[in-house]
């Protein structure tokens, strides 16, 4: 499986001057916890709704300074036709919880650890199924008295 099969896209970006106040509007319309700061299609930081709280508002930040004040400029990537397992040994090493998907040098999505999560959670229903459907229609125990395997 690939990065591409599991990744939200695109991903929400501003540019480097888009103030904190806008980028935390953005993280709330889009239910995001991170921007992607694009300039020119080159991606040039990232930005957490943790990075506005402490790097922001906890150095005494105003609201209408940029997002490239708080920016993470140093970012952590996968490619977007990467394997899904290159994600997870990434996210694992990094301690990050987000991961900007590249196409090249341009950004095409983002891939969290909450979309791992569901892509977990979407296997592991898949394979639970078929056997919760047959524990549905047969329960266990022994059989009733109008089994047909009562008699045996």
């Known amino acids: ?13 501003v540019p480097p001057g ?12 889009c239910g995001v916890g991170s921007v992607v700061v694009v300039e020119g ?12 709280a402490v790097w922001g508002l906890g150095r005494g930040l105003d ?6 004040e708080v920016m993470s400029s140093q970012v952590i990537t996968v490619g977007v ?14 301690g990050v919880r987000r991961l ?19 892509d977990i959670f979407q296997r592991v229903a898949d394979l639970l ?7 549905l229609e047969e329960p266990p125990g022994p059989p009733s008295a109008d089994s047909p395997a009562h008699g045996l």
Not at 19 to 29: V, Y
């Open 41 to 52: 299609g080159a991606l040039r930081g990232i930005v957490t709704d943790r990075d506005l």
């Open 18 to 29: 888009t103030s904190l106040a806008e980028a935390a509007r953005q993280m709330d319309e």
């Open 129 to 135: 199924g078929p056997v919760a459907w047959s524990v």
């Open 100 to 118: 900007p998907v590249l196409d090249g040098h341009r950004v095409v999505g983002m891939l969290t650890v909450d979309d791992l999560l569901l």
């Open 1 to 13: 499986m690939k990065v591409s099969d599991v990744m939200s896209a695109p991903a929400v970006a």
């Open 63 to 68: 609201c209408g300074a940029r997002v490239e």
């Open 81 to 94: 036709h990467d394997d899904i397992h290159v994600a997870y040994r990434t996210l694992r090493r990094s």
